[in-house]
């Protein structure tokens, strides 16, 4: 029993020197844990203030990142926006400045058209007028010498004559060429004198102012009846006071002299008609004044001082007539002569010139459009200036985004860049406490 005892004692103290030692032994692997624990946190600690200051570092160089890509972006987006009122006002100013350009061109070369236009119709109306006074000219120096040959075959004085012939038309009842050429018939027939003559006018004058419409058939009435009188016959004459005088002297006639005018001689007639207008018609004697106030007069009275100043001028242009004339002359005669020598040649010189004339012809109108294409194309080439400098304008703004887009990128790619750099770095000093702490956790448990 005292020997059971004993070994109870023996095993119990044994017992109690392995529970002792299990406790010293787990007493001292907790100090250690404790020790691992205060070691890995200081680890952590001095990791975790390196990774906030990695991380300040990024996000200050994030924020430094930021604050440059935003002032660059704003900057890029004011030099855009300069460049573009830039480009906006070089557009404008070229626009307007091809645009008055080609306005002065345009004004210039229609104000040349116009004045080039002016001056061939101020020419062309002049040598209208030229050839207006000429022909007028002619004719009432031809009419005057006609009457002067008509006074001086019967011994009277042509100046005489002619005063008389603008003084009747001066009254406004006739034209001067139809007071001259009336003059002219009447001295013809040898009846008058040219105050007769004069006389004879007016009452035949008397009687077409009562019969005659207007004015211009009164002027045809006495030129044609001064013509039958000359010519013995009214003949296809319509006229309605020419007939009528002609009938009732013709039916006078007849009753006292038993014949007819056309029988009579040019005298005679005369002197018939006359008498018939101093007699029968005397009732009206006088009225050709109502017609000298009228408006018609008045006209008939400007074209007879029209008439006048044209044969003025022509009278005036007359040497330099004669000179063009002899000029003309002399250089179709050469023409002639020269037409004459060159014989089957001549032709031929024809056909080229009129091929040359088309040949310039033709180029001129290929230049004329070569030029209208040339300005079509100028005016393509501004317009697309214009677009282009608004392209150029969208490139550089594109680009300018592409630009901020790249800072942007960079500056993630850094971020990425520390975050890489430091994790692994954090991870591999904390891996050796993390496998203490595992190890420990593996370890059996204790066995009391």
Known sequence: MARGSKANIIISARRDSSTSKVFKDTQNDLERIGRLAGSLANRMKSSMAKSGNAISKTSNIAKKSSSVISSSMTKSSKHAKDFGKTSERMATTFEKGSKKIGFNVTFIAWHLRFLGQQMTRVSQQFQRAVMDWIVVGAELQERFVGLSASAALYGLDAIEAREAAEDLARKGLVPLTTAMSAYNNILLTGAFTTKQATTFFERYLDVASIIAGTQDEMAKSLEFFTESLLRGTMVLGTDVTARAIWNVTNQRVNAELGTQ?????????????????????????????????????????????????????????????????????????????????????????????????????????????????????????????????????????????????????????????VLRRFLPFLILQAEPQIVLLQDHRQRPALQV
């Not at 009732?283 to 044969?311: N, P, Y």
Request: hydrophobic share 55%; glycine share 6%; aromatic share 6%.
């Open 261 to 417: 005018l056309t029988k009579l001689s040019a005298l005679q007639r005369t002197q018939q008609v006359a008498k018939t207008l101093m007699e029968d018609f005397s009732a009206v004697a006088g009225v050709h004044a109502v017609r000298m106030s009228l408006i018609g007069a008045s006209l008939t009275r400007v074209d007879t001082a029209s008439q006048e100043l044209k044969t003025s001028l022509a009278i005036g242009l007359w040497p330099a007539i004669t000179l063009v004339s002899d000029t003309l002359i002399d250089f179709l005669n050469g023409l002639r002569d020269i037409v004459k020598f060159l014989g089957p040649v001549f032709p031929a010189i024809i056909l080229v010139n009129v091929g040359l004339i088309t040949l310039i012809g033709t180029m001129f109108v290929i230049i004329g459009v070569s030029l209208s294409w040339a300005k079509v194309i100028q005016f393509t080439t501004a317009s697309l200036t214009v677009q282009q400098l608004a392209m150029l304008n969208t490139i550089r703004t594109a680009g300018v985004l592409s630009k901020s887009v790249l800072v942007l990128r960079l500056a993630f790619q850094g971020l990425i860049f």
